[in-house]
C-alpha cells in the first residue's frame, strides 16, 4: 500500500474493504501521497486505529465519504482528530464501533455540517445526548441508521423532526424504547421520508401509520417486523394515503400476530407494491394471499405458516417434530 500510495497519487476512490493486514502505516501513507482521496471504505480493517484518522485528517483533506465500520478501535478522540481536517465529510460509516459515544457525535456537530450520510448501527453507546446534539449540527441529514442504538428514545426523534426536515431513511431497528409519540414528531415535520426500518420497535402502534400515511407521501419502503400491536386499521390507512396510491413498494410485517387477511385486501389497492413479508403472521392465510396475488400478478409475497401445535409423533418413533422439522 505504500508502494501504492507514492505512485498513484491522484486516486480519489479507494475501497480497502476487509483488507485486514493493513495497519496505521497504511493511512500514513496515503495521507502523504494521496491529498486527492475523496472516497475510502476501510469496513473491517480491524488493525487500524485512531492514528489513522489522525493520519486522514492530516493529509486527505477533501475526504467526502468514510467508512470505518467494524473498526472497533477507534473512539472519540480519532472522530474529534478526523473531523479537524475532514470538515466536508458527506458521508460516513461507522457500524460496529462499539467504543464511540455521544462524545464523538458532537465533534461531528461542530465540524461537519455538511453530512447527508451517518450509519451508527450497532453503536450501543450511543443515546439521545448525542443524537440531538447531532441532528442540531447536520441539518442537511438524509440517511440515518440506529439500528442497534438501543438507549435512545422519542427525545431523538423529536431532535431529528425539529432539525433534519431532509431526512429521507430512517433505520431504527430495536431501538424498543421509541414510540408513536417521537413518530408523530419525525412524520409531521419530515415529508421527504421514503424508507424505514422499525423492526421491533415493539411500542409502536397504528397511530404512527396514521400519521405517516398523512405527512408522508414519498414513503417507499417501510419494516414493521415484530410490531406486534399494529393491526389491519393501521395498513389500511397507508394504503388509502398518497404514498399507497403512488409509491408504496415494500412492506414488512414479519411475526405482526394481529394481522389478518384484511390487510391484504386493504394493500390491494397499492398499485406499485412489489414486495410483502409475512413469515409468522398466523391469522393470514393462503387465500388471502392468493387473491392479491391475483390482483397484482407481479407482487412477492414471502410467507411461511409455522404450525400452531405440533403433530403428534413422526413415523411412530413418539418424538414430537413440528412440520418444519419433518421437512428438513
Same mark, same amino acid.
Given at each position: 500500500?505504500?508502494?501504492? /500510495?507514492?505512485?498513484?497519487?491522484?486516486?480519489?476512490?479507494?475501497?480497502?474493504?476487509?483488507?485486514?493486514?493493513?495497519?496505521?502505516?497504511?493511512?500514513?501513507?496515503?495521507?502523504?501521497?494521496?491529498?486527492? %482521496?475523496?472516497?475510502?471504505?476501510?469496513?473491517?480493517?480491524?488493525?487500524?486505529?485512531?492514528?489513522?484518522?489522525?493520519?486522514?485528517?492530516?493529509?486527505?483533506?477533501?475526504?467526502?465519504?468514510?467508512?470505518?465500520?467494524?473498526?472497533?478501535?477507534?473512539?472519540?478522540?480519532?472522530?474529534?482528530?478526523?473531523?479537524?481536517?475532514?470538515?466536508?465529510?458527506?458521508?460516513?460509516?461507522?457500524?460496529?464501533?462499539?467504543?464511540?459515544?455521544?462524545?464523538?457525535?458532537?465533534?461531528?456537530?461542530?465540524?461537519?455540517?455538511?453530512?447527508?450520510?451517518?450509519?451508527?448501527?450497532?453503536?450501543?453507546?450511543?443515546?439521545?445526548?448525542?443524537?440531538?446534539?447531532?441532528?442540531?449540527?447536520?441539518?442537511?441529514?438524509?440517511?440515518?441508521?440506529?439500528?442497534?442504538?438501543?438507549?435512545?428514545?422519542?427525545?431523538?426523534?423529536?431532535?431529528?423532526?425539529?432539525?433534519?426536515?431532509?431526512?429521507?431513511?430512517?433505520? /431504527?431497528?430495536?431501538?424498543?424504547?421509541?414510540?408513536?409519540?417521537?413518530?408523530?414528531?419525525?412524520?409531521?415535520?419530515?415529508?421527504?421520508?421514503?424508507?424505514?426500518?422499525?423492526?421491533?420497535?415493539? %411500542?409502536?402502534?397504528?397511530?404512527?401509520?396514521?400519521?405517516?400515511?398523512?405527512?408522508?407521501?414519498?414513503?417507499?419502503?417501510?419494516?414493521?417486523?415484530?410490531?406486534?400491536?399494529?393491526?389491519?386499521?393501521?395498513?389500511?390507512?397507508?394504503?388509502?394515503?398518497?404514498?399507497?396510491?403512488?409509491?408504496?413498494?415494500?412492506?414488512? %410485517?414479519?411475526?405482526?400476530?394481529?394481522?389478518?387477511?384484511?390487510?391484504?385486501?386493504?394493500?390491494?389497492?397499492?398499485?406499485?407494491?412489489?414486495?410483502?413479508?409475512?413469515?409468522?403472521?398466523?391469522?393470514?392465510?393462503?387465500?388471502?394471499?392468493?387473491?392479491?396475488?391475483?390482483?397484482?400478478?407481479?407482487?412477492?409475497?414471502?410467507?411461511?405458516? /409455522?404450525?400452531?401445535?405440533?403433530?403428534?409423533?413422526?413415523?411412530?418413533?413418539?418424538?414430537?417434530?413440528?412440520?418444519?422439522?419433518?421437512?428438513?
Amino acid at each position: 500500500m505504500r508502494t501504492f /500510495a507514492q505512485n498513484c497519487r491522484n486516486i480519489e476512490n479507494l475501497i480497502l474493504n476487509g483488507c485486514t493486514k493493513i495497519t496505521d502505516s497504511t493511512c500514513i501513507s496515503l495521507s502523504k501521497f494521496c491529498s486527492k %482521496l475523496k472516497f475510502l471504505d476501510l469496513t473491517s480493517c480491524v488493525s487500524l486505529t485512531n492514528n489513522s484518522l489522525k493520519a486522514v485528517s492530516e493529509g486527505c483533506k477533501n475526504l467526502e465519504h468514510l467508512n470505518i465500520s467494524w473498526c472497533d478501535q477507534m473512539t472519540k478522540d480519532g472522530i474529534e482528530a478526523l473531523v479537524r481536517g475532514c470538515g466536508g465529510l458527506r458521508a460516513l460509516f461507522l457500524r460496529g464501533c462499539t467504543q464511540l459515544d455521544d462524545e464523538a457525535l458532537k465533534h461531528l456537530h461542530k465540524h461537519c455540517p455538511e453530512l447527508m450520510t451517518i450509519n451508527m448501527q450497532s453503536c450501543t453507546l450511543i443515546s439521545d445526548e448525542g443524537l440531538v446534539s447531532l441532528s442540531r449540527g447536520c441539518h442537511k441529514l438524509e440517511i440515518l441508521c440506529l439500528s442497534g442504538c438501543s438507549n435512545i428514545t422519542d427525545a431523538s426523534l423529536t431532535a431529528l423532526g425539529f432539525n433534519c426536515p431532509r431526512l429521507k431513511i430512517l433505520e /431504527a431497528a430495536r431501538c424498543s424504547h421509541l414510540t408513536d409519540a417521537g413518530f408523530t414528531v419525525l412524520a409531521r415535520n419530515c415529508h421527504e421520508l421514503e424508507k424505514m426500518d422499525l423492526e421491533e420497535c415493539i %411500542l409502536v402502534t397504528d397511530n404512527t401509520l396514521v400519521q405517516l400515511s398523512i405527512h408522508c407521501p414519498r414513503l417507499q419502503a417501510l419494516s414493521l417486523s415484530h410490531c406486534e400491536l399494529i393491526t389491519d386499521d393501521g395498513i389500511r390507512h397507508l394504503s388509502n394515503s398518497a404514498c399507497g396510491h403512488e409509491r408504496l413498494q415494500v412492506v414488512e %410485517l414479519d411475526n405482526c400476530p394481529l394481522i389478518t387477511d384484511l390487510t391484504l385486501e386493504h394493500l390491494k389497492s397499492c398499485p406499485n407494491l412489489e414486495r410483502i413479508e409475512l413469515y409468522d403472521c398466523q391469522q393470514v392465510t393462503r387465500a388471502g394471499i392468493k387473491r392479491i396475488r391475483a390482483h397484482l400478478p407481479e407482487i412477492k409475497v414471502h410467507a411461511y405458516f /409455522a404450525p400452531v401445535t405440533p403433530p403428534p409423533s413422526v413415523g411412530g418413533s413418539g418424538q414430537r417434530l413440528c412440520r418444519c422439522c419433518i421437512i428438513l
